[in-house]
């Protein structure tokens, strides 16, 4: 089916890829980039748009640093290349609070000091509203399996559990007002 | 007049930052024209570079410059020695000849436009070695005595070999920590800069000052050309110490391509380009009476160090003054090795000699049918035996008794395997800690500003215990204004030095200069006004004013041994079928001196608790004895604690401690004592849970069947 | 990273006309699906493909029961599956492998197709510092079989690979007779799941019986897995987020305490996912009692060899299959 060969096959073997041009929407604006392929959502984030909010701490999928939400799903950020993101809605850590006024959870943090360096709190947060969302801040016990995809190495997990039962708290009895 | 701050649980003020992602750690700063250094590292752990094959990097697209000791630039190297930096051997030169020591080693440096093109350049550079016969299986490897007085490394009180040989009650055993890795989440990174001959680095550091002071050192210029920035460290434990050669090399990729350079290691590199905590291998013997009064204490340990640098840690420091014992003999030795140097990993020494130290006691108490929290009580020393010196302050019965009350302790059956819940075994244990109170030279400058507010700066660092929000309320409860009024800076050369951010021995030193300089300032505004409201004073006199100030220690460690202590009660239960091993509930208890910020000093508690469940089950870096490259270099195979592993219950008391030697703000610190004694106290409980001693961490479940 | 082009074609066929070398240890082509394993590959320079072929959008993502079973499109995420009504409570033990997989980030994006087709986590296969690995690089050695062996397989090993097959789901799968549907320029076919991995023999850088470029387009379950009282246990070193150090699929069919039918699987101690005929015919009309699953559990054992460090998998996946039956025994 030669006919449905993709303009790039018609490139020159070994020459270097071009570079693609790649429209992503993160936090509700549209940025239009010019990126290696290889380059990974985490690495657009941090290296071309200057987000430096969703961490590496890994670059594999093992630490849970770079947490984003995708179409409201929390990704590992360092596992998706950029160009395979473009028409997704993207949301980090720079696009939660509405303004000055911070994210329940992102003040819950703060109140339950859920954090100690702080590397790893924006995957946490990401991965916690998410956790929230999806039904599964039940129980202390609960979160803590739903959570194990964030690690921290200051070891805060008894605060950030704290802090995403307070924030599951304040967003139920929102959500029933 | 405000309220006093200190033992107040204020919020961290650098907490807005960090949980809206602003908070801008080492490789987030912002510099133009930026290009992107990898690192080319060694396969092979003894041997020389036969041949490098830079001809496919060189014409990967976007590289600019390509390094590697044939054409790198002579580096001065001058002798430099940090108080991090290992006492014997010389730091390793990167890029200066063809002597491979280690795996993981620098051997060539690329750097490019972008991240994706350095890394894949570094990928297609090809090396051949000339391997050597390599020392890379620490247990083929005869520990030898450091270099230096034996009398350093080999200390006796009384005749430990005869009363061990007299003592009704004996234990003799042997306990294994491997090496362990800080892997802090944060991966290691450095911008550099220069301007002329001047070097500004954006870094990963818990000391500014010392890698101003080594770069300057190894690139040949003064120490005041290198302007070191670092307000936010995401985590270290000790790995950011020294100053590692990919400092060095960020400079030396920058300096050769004329613009600024960004040099972030990879995971896989964290555990080759930082140091780690060493493998270690101690001997515990103990010699008592019936009634459980210790008469002899022997305590050998050796740990892996490299080929050039010999480095050492307090591993045997506790055993001389942790319990009461008229006979005692500890000797320090270390394995070199074609590794590359290990480093401080928090409570370095301690937490791996108290592992050894507290199994061995909780062994005794089972040969002696006695609890083992009695044991320790009889054998409660009332001043540090081997320095002969009384303790500025020492809350270990408190401690204890607090732990176990809390832990409800008395409910325990003394009898292995005794207690259960369905098929699970449950076990109790504890252990004590300690770690000593250091305090060292530091400045730090107050600022008072017209409208009633003051800058308060020293070049410390804030790797997560909270520096920025406890120095903000030392500086605020010294002046008497509200938190919000004072805005604390750190992380800069620029600001006065402050001392290594390690050692939990900030709060004191830094926390100290703070006091003083804002002490200095309000005296000198008041008087000045002739009021004695800062405010009014401030604005009626409409300028600023400024005041430092140095601390230093003075002779208290003369006259005192200045010590935190703990005690660490763990519960465990266990699968015997399946060897699973589950902690519980953790009860610490310490008395760590006065506390600046409750909130935040559970959290240092908590994490240190976390740490210590991670040392106990689960941490290993596995070295390949075959050739010393590590194996499980990543984070899913080598394993640290995740969510589900913390325990459901976590309790951290302070006990009421007041000691006016230690510093002039009473603290002691907390950092490391937190981590002290929790390994212990899992291993013990354990063995009261399965009857079963496994005297090698971590406790997998392999070692549980 | 290796510079690689790009494709992402928007159907199946586009997707085959590209991609006819992918899945070849050697081939300048690979597809991505949610990347989570093969971004991993190539950031550690372990994959070093020209062309990558993303399969997004071009595979069904359904999942759905019918009387025939249940079928996964091979685009439908672990996330999706394991959350799936149907799935959670007629083919528990899926969700549960699933659930007990990763974390929910990676399971957020991660598909089934290439959950059943990702690469060991043998670390010698995973770090281009080591030179021997024949799955890597064939013919130059295996570095595990003297090395740190502990992550390592006792079943289905030989002289030149010992990798164990990493993934949960497929244990789950391969216990509940499930087969896989592939797609190539040859047309399509199925494959039973207990047959698309190799063993390594003296091969073991082929890993599954896929021609090269063919994709996994849809995994099919019978419809007699179905209401089968399972468990899976999954047994790791921390308690989460960590493959299995040893783990067991069970699924059976009781007549109060006695045992009619089992499957048993194991995860984390085989070269491919492991089905365990012998032990299932051992339990066939035992009690569920513990003498009586332990002897059965022992047939778990033969022909297994450990390799220094991973010999309690011999002794713990014993044990493991008495706990999983013990567990799905006492569920209602
Ligand atoms: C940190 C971490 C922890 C993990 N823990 C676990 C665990 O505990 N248990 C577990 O089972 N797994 C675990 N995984 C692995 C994870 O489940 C796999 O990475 C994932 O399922 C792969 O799916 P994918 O869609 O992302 O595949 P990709 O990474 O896109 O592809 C994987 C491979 O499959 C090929 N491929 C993909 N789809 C198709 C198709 N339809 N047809 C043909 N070829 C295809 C690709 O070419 C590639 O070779 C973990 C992963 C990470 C990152
Ligand atoms: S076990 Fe297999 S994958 Fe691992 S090193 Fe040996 S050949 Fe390579
Ligand atoms: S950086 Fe993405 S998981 Fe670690
Ligand atoms: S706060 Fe430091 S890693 Fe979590």
Redesign the interface.
């Known amino acids: 089916m030669p006919g449905a060969i993709s303009p790039a096959l018609a490139q020159a073997a070994g020459a270097a890829p071009a570079l693609l041009d790649v429209s992503l929407r993160i936090n509700g604006t549209e940025h239009r980039l010019s990126l290696d392929p290889r380059t990974t959502l985490l690495d657009a984030l941090r290296e071309h748009l200057h987000l430096t909010g969703s961490k590496k701490g890994c670059g594999l999928g093992q630490c849970g640093a770079c947490t984003v939400l995708m179409d409201g799903m929390r990704v590992k950020a360092c596992l998706s290349l950029a160009a395979l993101a473009q028409g997704r809605e993207i949301k980090t850590i720079e696009g939660l609070a509405q303004g000055d006024e911070l994210h329940p959870l992102q003040a819950s943090f703060i109140e339950r000091d859920a954090f100690q360096c702080g590397y790893c709190t924006s995957g946490q947060i990401m991965a916690g509203v998410a956790c929230i969302s999806e039904g599964h801040a039940g129980s202390p016990q609960d979160i803590r399996e739903w959570m194990s995809g964030n690690l921290c190495r200051c070891g805060a997990y008894d605060h950030i559990v704290a802090a995403i039962q307070d924030a599951a708290a304040v967003s139920s009895s929102t959500q029933g007002g | 007049m405000t309220a006093a701050l200190i033992g107040k649980s204020v ?2 003020v ?12 080492a ?2 700063f ?1 510099v133009p024209n930026l290009a992107h250094a990898a690192v080319v ?1 060694s ?1 092979v752990a003894n041997g020389r570079l036969a041949s490098i094959d830079t001809a496919e990097a060189e014409r990967a ?1 976007g590289v600019i410059a390509l390094v590697t000791h044939r054409n790198a630039p002579k580096l001065a190297y001058q002798p430099h020695k940090g108080l991090p930096d290992a006492a014997v051997g010389e730091r390793l030169h990167v890029l200066q000849d063809d002597r491979v020591t280690h ?1 993981g080693q620098p051997i060539a440096l690329v750097v490019a436009e ?4 350095a ?2 350049a570094a ?1 297609v550079v090809r090396v051949t070695y000339r391997n050597e016969a390599a020392a890379t299986d620490v247990a083929a490897v005869d520990p030898v005595l450091p270099t230096g007085k034996p009398a350093e490394w080999e200390i006796r009180r009384g005749e430990a070999d005869s009363a061990f040989e007299q003592a009704e009650f004996r234990v003799d055993q042997t306990y294994v920590i491997p090496r362990e890795n ?6 290691f990174a450095t911008i550099a800069s220069w301007e002329g001959d001047s070097l500004t680095l954006w870094d990963k550091t818990q000391w500014v000052h010392n890698v101003a002071e080594e770069i300057a050192a190894v690139f040949g210029i003064a120490a005041e050309n290198v302007r070191v920035i670092s307000p ?6 000790g790995s950011g110490l020294r100053c590692w050669p990919h400092v060095t090399l960020a400079a030396l990729g920058a300096r050769v391509d004329g613009r600024p350079v960004k040099l ?1 290691l ?3 590199e964290m555990y080759y380009g930082v140091g780690y905590r060493p493998h270690t291998v101690q001997r515990v013997a103990l010699g008592a009476s019936r009634d459980g009064q210790l008469q002899a204490i022997r305590h050998e340990g050796h740990q892996e160090t490299s080929t050039y640098e010999e480095f050492t840690e307090a591993l045997l420091s506790a055993t001389r003054f942790l319990h009461a014992c008229p006979n005692v003999h500890t000797r320090h030795r270390i394995a070199p090795m074609h590794v590359h140097t290990p480093t401080y990993m928090r409570a370095p020494g301690e937490a791996s000699g108290i592992y050894a130290l507290e199994s061995a006691m909780d062994e005794l108490a089972v040969a002696l049918s006695m609890d083992p929290v009695d044991l320790r009580l009889r054998n409660e020393p009332d001043r540090d035996e081997f320095k002969d010196l009384p303790f500025s302050s020492r809350s270990t019965k408190e401690c204890y008794r607090a732990a176990a009350e809390r832990f409800g302790w008395s409910q325990r059956t003394a009898e292995p395997r005794s207690m259960r819940d369905g098929r699970l075994l449950i076990g109790w244990g504890m252990a004590s800690a300690t770690y000593p109170m250091n305090y060292a030279p530091a400045s730090a400058l107050a600022r008072l500003l017209p409208d009633g507010t003051a800058e308060v700066m020293s070049a410390a660092s804030d ?4 520096t920025w929000t406890s120095m903000t309320q030392v500086a605020a409860d010294t002046l008497g204004l509200p938190v919000e009024r004072v805005k604390f800076t750190l992380g800069d050369t620029r600001l006065p030095r402050a001392p290594v951010h390690g050692g939990s021995m900030t709060m004191a030193s830094v926390g100290s200069a703070v006091q003083a300089a804002c002490r200095k300032a309000r005296e000198d505004a008041l008087a000045r006004a002739g009021s004695n409201d800062l405010e009014e004073a401030m604005e009626r006199l409409g300028q600023v004013i400024e005041a430092t100030a140095d601390v230093a220690p003075g002779d208290e460690t003369k006259r005192f041994s200045m010590h935190a202590f703990g005690a660490v009660f763990v519960e465990v239960a266990v699968d015997p ?4 091993t ?1 902690v519980r509930r953790i009860v610490g208890a310490y008395g760590a001196g006065r506390v600046v910020n409750p ?2 000093a ?3 508690c ?6 210590g469940i991670g040392m106990a ?2 941490e290993h870096s ?1 070295v ?1 004895p ?1 050739n010393g ?1 590590v ?7 080598y ?8 325990p ?1 219950v ?1 309790d951290v008391i302070f006990v009421d401690e007041h000691d006016p030697h230690v510093n002039p703000l009473g603290v002691k610190g907390l950092g490391e004592i937190a981590l002290v004694g929790v390994a212990p106290a899992i291993a013990n409980a354990i063995f009261h849970a399965t009857g079963k001693r496994v005297r090698e961490l ?1 406790i ?3 070692k549980l ?1 | 990273m290796h510079p690689f082009v790009l494709e992402r074609p928007c159907d199946l066929s586009a997707v085959l006309a590209l991609g006819a070398q992918a899945g070849r240890n050697d081939a300048p082509v690979e597809y991505i699906a949610g990347g989570t394993d093969m971004v991993q590959l190539l950031q550690e320079h372990v994959r070093r493909p020209d062309r990558l072929v993303s399969l997004a959008g071009v595979l069904d993502d359904g999942i759905e029961i019918g009387p025939q079973g249940l079928r996964l499109g091979a685009a439908a995420t672990m996330a999706e599956v394991a959350a799936h009504q149907g799935v959670v409570e007629q083919f528990p033990l899926i969700s549960q492998a699933l659930l007990n997989s990763a974390s929910p980030q990676v399971r957020n994006q991660a598909t089934m197709g290439g959950n059943l087709l990702q690469r060991t986590r043998c670390p010698y296969f995973r770090d281009v510092g080591y030179q021997a690995c024949n799955k890597r690089a064939p013919g130059s050695g295996c570095a595990a079989l003297d090395g740190e062996n502990r992550w390592h397989a006792v079943l289905g090993t030989s002289d030149d690979c010992i990798a164990v097959h990493p993934s949960d789901l497929a244990v789950a799968l391969v216990a509940l007779d499930a087969t896989v549907e592939l797609r190539g320029t040859g047309g399509d076919r199925s494959v039973p799941l207990s047959e698309l991995h190799r063993l390594p023999r003296d091969t073991p850088h082929l890993e599954t019986v896929l021609e090269p470029g063919e994709v996994i387009t849809a995994i099919t379950v019978p419809a007699n897995a179905a209401g089968l009282r399972s468990h899976y246990l999954k047994l790791r070193d921390r308690a989460s987020f960590e493959f299995a150090a040893v783990s067991a699929a069970v699924a059976i069919e009781t007549d109060g305490a006695r045992i009619r039918q089992a499957r048993v699987a194991l995860g984390g101690v085989g070269t491919k996912p492991w089905r365990l005929p012998n032990v299932e015919q051992a339990l066939a009309d035992k009690n569920l009692e513990p003498g009586e699953l332990r002897s059965a559990a022992a047939l778990a054992a033969e022909g297994a060899q450990g390799r220094g460090h991973n010999d309690f998998k011999i002794e713990l996946m014993q044990r493991a299959i008495v706990r999983a039956v013990e567990i799905a025994g006492a569920r209602a």
Request: overall charge negative; cysteine-free; glycine content about 10%.
């Open positions: 919020s961290r650098d907490g807005r930052l960090k949980v809206t992602g602003a908070a801008t750690y490789a987030e912002e590292r396969i697209p795996q972008t991240l994706e093109q890394v894949y990928e800080h892997n802090p989440i944060e991966m936010f460290v995401g985590g270290a434990f972030v990879s995971r896989r790797m997560g215990p909270g079928d399946l060897g699973e589950r909130k935040i559970r959290s240092q908590i994490g240190g608790m976390i740490g089950l689960m596995v390949d075959r490259r194996t499980n270099a990543n984070l899913a195979e394993a640290v604690p995740v969510h589900a592993d913390a459901p976590m971590p997998t479940p392999d069947l």
